[in-house]
């Protein structure tokens, strides 16, 4: 026998054992997705630019974190590590970027993607510890309190992300495994588990004076990590400490502070199964949920269960936006108040919706119910693909309803961004969009379930018969399925077929959204031919039969344009409506309706049977649009009717930035022309500027729209990019003439091209004529960060409007803000 047939049947040994153990426990057990060939003419181009562009880019761009365990690894030998500087999660993002890289291998063979993991896995068990500890930044001795590592290893476990690190090197081993049979990674990640069992529930006597730490993760995952291990390994030890990390939160340890402190932050403000609404950071929620509903599967506690079913109404009927985004709260990336769901200012982090999916993937399986099914759809068709490019290397990391093409919303861009400081979302969609062929099928010993409809064909072992499915399908796009069934022997079995909750009263379960217009179509089902009761069980029809070869199952689920309504203690979404067809959410783009998509609105509720459908088609990819229509708004405040071009929300921002739009205003007082105009409220009548970005906005200067840094990240700017070296200024005119106290600038700066100027000044306009402004005695033109740089007249003046004149610092351009003029009372 050959040495690559040798490798080759371990590897099928490996998979065959894993089928049976990756969900041991629930009721039903999905079909992995390397089990599963996908078709589709929708996924199978993601996912073959998932291995030719996401994958090479994502590890491009986590070179600085094989160059952190570098550093580890080269201190350990007794190497010099001059420059080394500290971080708290940064090879975390490589760990993830390596586990979907191992889903690729696992796909189909690739020496060279192999070799580059292999390089990896050498590095990595070069960077531990002799007794398992692997944390660069306290290795090589960089990491401080000052910078959230604490001084020493687990000192500041709610913020180091010592533990969430590994985690995610754990699932990485685990893929790495699978794949190639290589147990090198694997054996890294139960050294690090059995330490980190030591020293938190042990103790250890290099660690914490030697006493248990018997603390949770401040950022949930290795929960998760740990039942993965116990699942691949068989070992007990693992499925307790995954049990025991969820006994201890919110009992030995609960912060008492504010924003990141809070107790509510990590979910630390109640042991877990006395809990019952989502609060905190909602990553670090929906990653202990996915693992409450793996331990408590797995040990049969039901409190578990219990929690989670009470957490999950409390999202679906309070806290979700219609895209599946979860977390609308900026600062604390999470869950703010019951029905706080901002539009514009959504936060909605990818990583959130990823972990809802995950969350309620769980949830299906535990409960064999379909609408657990229907959200997880919903979040990964909406919010987690918006999250990626049609090209597959730029991303969002913040997810918004509406968005004006000039706000910075996404971590300083109006887009998506080729990466970020904090990569967690480019590396989770990495790791995430392999495994969704494994969503497609699930079974048990009597029941075959089709879960996700997708073009797509696998096998499934029923009581030693095997049954082969085919599904024919345009699904998300249509909603015309055919499945035919050929078990190697005739077969009595039930197979279940989901039927959406989008088909029904509603878009997606839960009692925030519900469709404004009355079903027009109807679902049907047949089996050769002849048509099947429609009887729905939990979200699914079951049709039961002696089965026999060539068997086909016709489902047809009509996708009419929809009209959806929210929840009236959504204020964001009063008098709202949103769009949907199918599963996708739509939006309309400024590119394709001529101007800012703000500006319409529906007096009345519109009738959508007109409404046509094309194919926009990219080098990039293609997507459905539609076409319906709307009045708008013109710029001298009169109305017209215009047609309006729908696209669906994951595909929004392939086509450069401009403004889009989910939800429509109904009344005309609540549609805005142009919504880069100055606000009523703003001190100045006019702006104007010598030069303005096409990224940026003048208006900026005077949205009143506050600033609390200034890298320009979080507020609409003004810059004068590309212009570098180029002097600037910019013309601000008031509402008529007025007394001048104070003129405040808030100066931007950023690690790029923006800097502060090497020298300001201003002018006065006093009847039509241009003066210096005589500064006051004790003042300067400063450039001081994140503040007002005020500056007072030397004697009281009146004046019109006011002139900034700026000189960049060499090979800069220079960018403001915010300008505040301060008047004396009339």
Known sequence: MSPGFTKILVITLIHTCFISLSFAGYPLRPVPFNAVEINSDFWRPRLQTQRKTLVPFAFERTQPGVEHLQAARDFLAGEKTEGHRAHRFIDSDLYKVMEGAAYLLQLRQDPELESKLDELADLISGAQEADGYLYPSHTTGVGEEKNMMGNSPYTFVVHSHELYNVGHLYEAAIAYYQATGNKKLLNVAEKSAQHINKVFFTGDPK???????????????????????????????????????????????????EGVMSPTYAQQHAPVKNQDEAVGHAVRATYLYSAMADVGTLTGDTEYGNALDRIWGNITNTRMHITGGLGAVHGIEGFGPRYELPNADAFNETCAAVGNVLFNYRMFLLHKDARYLDVAEVALLNNVLAAVNLEGNRFFYVNPLEADGKYPFNHGTAGRAPWFGTACCPSNMARLLPQVPGMTYAHDDNDVYITFYAESQTEIMLDGVKVELHQQTAYPNDGEISVTVNPAANKQFRLLLRIPTWTGKQFVPGELYRYADSETEKISVSVNGKPVPLEKNKGFIAIERNWASGDKVNLSLPMPLRINECHPSVKANKNRIAFTRGPFVLCAEGVDNGGATQRFFFPKTPSTSDATITTKKLESGSFLQIKTNAEALTANKSTETLPLVLTPYYAWNNRGISSMTVWFPRKSSMAVFDPHQLPKESPFSKVVASHTSKDDTITAIGDRKEPKYSSGKKVPRWTSRPQKDQAQWIEARFHGTKNLRSVGVYWMQDQFDVKFPAEWSLEIEQDGEWKPFNLYVTDRYDTRANQYNVVHPAAPVRCNAIRVHMTPKPGSCVGILEIMPEFETE
């Not at 993760?217 to 007990?236: D, F, I, M, N, S």
């Open 207 to 257: 660690y914490n004076s030697g006493k248990p730490v018997r603390q949770a993760p401040g950022h949930q995952e290795l929960e998760l990590a740990l039942v993965k291990l116990h699942r691949v390994t068989g070992k007990q030890l693992y499925l307790d400490m995954a049990k025991k990390f969820l006994e201890i939160r919110g009992v030995t340890y609960v912060p008492d502070g």
